[in-house]
């Protein structure tokens, strides 16, 4: 079964500035079929994109996915006060496996 | 709007019994596949359960099967999840979270607000 790792396991920045946030895979995901979720603080998670880089209903041109195979990337070009939350990628198709998230802090 | 409404978490004491359920609305229930996902405290997502669209395929996670049993009621737009056995471990919070697909792709496009289950003596 695939094994996704995330890095880093936690990102502190500042309002305004670029979030990258790593998604690694142990073998290649078919179909790129990579899903990204963020859970902000006590609520329930979101879908934010899937098929590695398309973003879901409603969800902000600020967050946008790359990459392909093992490595996929999440990016939030100018981080927000409200982005503050755990971000978990996921591989789905056949069967479902999540990262263990990476947390973004507001500096 | 999409609306996913848990109810039936509580206490319960290890090998006791409880049901979740899942109220569904704004959407056609009996067009998605569905699942539950759960989250220990502080811990991250672990998928637990899904179920086709018409109720004719079942699938569970390894630490669950054998003591879980998904199903859904299409004509009341409902999905449950009895869970049997249920070990100090199985304490999270449960989500029910709706697939985007027919025939489930293991995506969770909604997801309900969740609700607690905590297996203690």
């Known amino acids: 079964e695939i094994v996704l790792t995330q890095s880093p396991a936690t990102l502190s920045l500042s309002p305004g500035e670029r979030a990258t946030l790593s998604c690694g895979a142990s073998q290649s995901v078919g179909n790129n079929y990579l899903a990204w979720y963020q859970q902000r603080p006590g609520l329930a998670p979101r879908l934010l994109i899937y098929g590695a880089t398309n973003r879901a209903t409603g969800i902000p041109d600020r967050f946008s996915g790359s990459g392909s195979g093992t490595d996929f990337t999440l990016t939030i070009s100018r981080l927000e006060p409200e982005d503050v939350a755990v971000y978990y990628c996921?591989?789905?198709?056949?069967?479902?496996?999540f990262g263990p998230g990476t947390k973004v802090e507001i500096k | 709007q999409v609306q996913l409404v848990e109810s039936g978490g509580g206490v319960v004491q290890p090998g006791r019994s409880l049901r979740l359920s899942c109220a569904a609305s704004g959407f056609t229930f009996s067009e998605y596949g569905m699942h539950w996902v759960r989250q220990a405290a502080g811990k991250g997502l672990e998928w637990v359960s899904v179920?086709?669209?018409?109720?004719?395929?079942?699938y569970y996670g390894d630490s669950v099967k054998d003591r879980f049993t998904i199903s859904r009621d299409n004509s009341r737009n409902t999905l449950y999840l009895h869970m049997d056995s249920l070990r100090v471990e199985d304490t999270a919070v449960y989500y029910c979270a709706r697939d985007p697909s027919l025939s489930p792709m293991y995506q969770f496009d909604f997801w309900g607000q969740g609700i607690l289950v905590t297996v203690s003596s």
């Open positions: 179920i086709w669209y018409d109720g004719s395929r079942k």
């Open positions: 996921q591989k789905y198709g056949d069967s479902s496996v």
